[in-house]
């Protein structure tokens, strides 16, 4: 969903938004702290409630 938004956002011309969004998701998702459905895919990541 938040990519989506991303999506949204390159296509109204917002690119610097657009790679704020993508630079979070991609830092979060690095960092191992993420959500129960990711974090069956991620080995030895925390899940967050």
Do not use: N
């Not at 991303?6 to 998702?29: K, P």
């Amino acid at each position: 969903m938040i990519l989506s938004g991303r999506e949204m956002l390159d296509y109204l011309g917002w690119s610097d938004a657009a790679d704020l969004v993508r630079d979070a998701v991609e830092e979060t998702i690095t960092s191992g702290k993420v959500t129960y459905d990711l974090h069956r895919q991620i080995e030895g990541g925390e899940k967050l409630a």
